[in-house]
């Protein structure tokens, strides 16, 4: 894309009212934008990143045997009710507004309930089960605070996923695998080395749920972590009990600060039967959906990229997610040969399939380079005035900061990789 | 994808208060589900076709310039009330509800004024001009009545693009761009035909807006074309003023029921002066930025071709946006090697890159007929018994009925056109 065309520029300064990391860079670096606390929408450059991390874990969510579906903002009253999670008491996050008929209806912020309740009118028998169901929903939660920019939002887009059971073996068996799912989401997005499974309180079903946190000192959370035995621990659930549950020793535990970026929870048949969602077995006994709820918060798996991943310049993306894999720069902008030459550069890489952003704006090269690493595309291209005789280009890793001169063969090896 | 996996089945009945022919045929066939009046969830068969609805607009839009962004479904008051459209008496189709320290906020039914307030961070000389921007994005209206099932939600998916001019004549020429991308869109979806751009009534600042209205027994508007003259106007701005204006006779019009599938609007200066979008041009005058806007109503575009082109049997999909390409039906389920066969037929076929939805089912081959009608896959092939020893597919066209018996290579040549 040539970024004389992007309707974005970065910007010398965040919003003032703007106090987290994550989005100070984002902002500053054009790919959101702040509507108001804790609500943000995503520029072009922003939603080139959030359409990588849906991609991934789309494609693990679809490997685990995941069906996609969307759900809708809109709730009804009368089904949260069953479940006793209506009342502004119980659930302190909903936003709630009225039908012209008065009826009230809510704004989703979960959705157990709906999916659960969808459910009954595909399920009726065994045969009919298991089921793994899940969605990309922008979620509406009515916060009393929100200064973590897009890790803790009013409004924020998650992957929630549900699986619908005969019993707990099976759910178990599929449980385990989400988990392994997980892991590799987290990976593919370059957080795998900081991510750690993590024991944290369970429910009505059962004594734990699974988290996955991510060690970050922006994060909310506090979690213990055993190294040795790769065990961690929510300071929530930490009590004597739990650390005999466990065979952990309260001296092998280090303590770290860690933003949650995943849990997964084990409901049992109890949300069911409150809902109604049974099967009958294969005696014809009627019994109640094992039901599991799985989530990762997409936009603040994006904001938790950019904590842990950015340095003092700007953003440092994985390839993975990165909105391009190459920044090609045009370092002159007054001579006509050296152009010719990076847009032919850029004809060649983007022929090849690599996703390049031409700088081919006239500005000054020191603005270009200060914005690339503000941007963090991994790989930055010069195209200078040497280039036009050694035909050599500048290959810079925005990570290390490396440089090296290299061929237009090397360049594509490197990029297609 | 085997049918077998899919947790949708088909339903005998639509839910008794559901009235439009869309709904109920979509929910019957596993495509939506409704959670409430004018809310519709999207299932796996129904996410497919709104996902290629939402692949041939956004390409559309992509060779218009456009750029993809998301904005918030949350509204800030302050916003809407410089341009006077934030009280009830005003718009009457708002959300509202209130964060906790008590301010009010809205649900987006529209974005014109947060894109152009938002557009005030990167647009400040006539050289940052022209910028076309759009999204997909879930918009929000409290309609008194929503019985058109997705045709008119109270919930719905919107592609609106805003383009930022700087005079009269170059918004023109892009506003007629947009018009022939609109028409290319309808034709794409397989509504061509059927669709007639039709003068509309207008705003504060130009006479008339255009719409894109289907005919259709279902649409909730009346149109009057001259088809000769290949012009249609809707019947709120039909005056003998308008006749003369635009040169036709009422004489040669023919009135028809039609529903609006697209609209686009000129807003000139007006609304970028209440939120202060200016730009400076080459004389250094500050002149307010020209705003066009244009919308397609994407779940309501799926909602029109389902009834426009569905017959009694079911739905009859256009290739462009079907689920699948081919619904392949195993006839016969106690037959080891006819099985052996359809699965090799599918394998065959999905790795050529042709999308299947094979009926693997234990049921018997009627009711898969049936289920096929309903579902409106284009092209049905059927293995049973006569197939294993022919080697002759049975190929159906779903929209004509016509049926032929082929060999494998004419069955991929013909899936793959």
């Known amino acids: 894309m040539l970024q004389s065309r992007l309707f974005t520029k970065t910007r010398k300064d965040a919003p003032k009212d703007e106090v987290s990391r994550n989005a100070e860079l984002l902002i500053r670096g054009g790919y959101i934008h702040k509507e108001m606390a804790g609500a943000y929408a995503y520029l072009p450059l922003g939603l080139r990143v959030l359409e990588k991390i849906k991609h991934i874990v789309r494609e693990e969510m679809n490997r685990l045997g995941g069906e996609e579906i969307s759900m809708t903002t809109l709730q009804r009253k009368e089904l949260w009710e069953k479940t006793d999670r209506w009342s502004d008491e119980k659930v302190d996050v909903w936003f709630k507004s009225a039908l012209k008929s008065g009826a009230e209806v809510g704004f989703g912020w979960s959705h157990e309930e709906p999916i659960t309740d969808m459910m009954k009118n595909f399920v009726s028998s065994y045969r009919d089960l298991p089921a793994y169901v899940y969605q990309f929903q922008t979620k509406l939660r009515n916060e009393l605070r929100a200064k973590s920019g897009i890790m803790r939002g009013r409004e924020f887009l998650m992957k929630d996923m549900y699986s619908y059971t ?156 990165a909105p391009f894999r190459a920044h090609l720069i045009l370092a002159v902008h007054d001579d006509a040969d ?80």
């Open 338 to 417: 050296i152009k010719a030459l990076a847009h032919e550069v850029y004809k060649t890489l983007t022929a090849e399939g690599i996703e390049v952003l031409f700088d081919d704006r006239d500005a000054r090269a020191g603005e270009k380079f200060a914005d690339a690493d503000l941007i963090g595309i991994p790989s930055r291209i010069t195209v200078g005035k040497k280039t036009l005789e050694s035909k050599l280009y500048e290959l810079t890793d925005r990570e290390t900061g490396k440089t090296s001169e290299v061929s237009l063969e090397h360049l594509l090896q490197e990029l297609k990789d």
């Open 166 to 321: 005969t019993n707990p073996e099976e759910h178990k068996k599929f449980y385990d695998s989400v988990i392994e799912a997980y892991l590799n989401v987290f990976k593919r997005v370059g957080l795998g080395e900081l991510t750690r499974l993590t024991f944290a309180s369970g429910g009505a079903f059962t004594k734990f749920s699974h988290e996955f946190q991510t060690i970050l000192p922006a994060g909310e959370d506090t979690i213990y972590v055993d190294t040795k035995k790769g065990i961690a621990i929510n300071k929530e659930v930490l009590t004597d009990e739990v650390l005999s549950d466990l065979g952990v020793n309260r001296a092998d535990l280090v303590e770290e600060t860690a933003a949650e970026v995943g849990n997964i929870f084990d409901f049992g048949g109890v949300k069911s039967e409150q809902l109604g969602l049974m099967y009958k077995d294969e005696g014809g006994k009627s019994v109640p959906v094992h039901l599991g709820s799985y989530g990762i918060g997409v936009t603040r798996l994006m904001g938790v990229v950019v904590e842990a991943l950015s340095d003092e310049k700007g953003i440092v993306w994985p390839k993975s997610i």
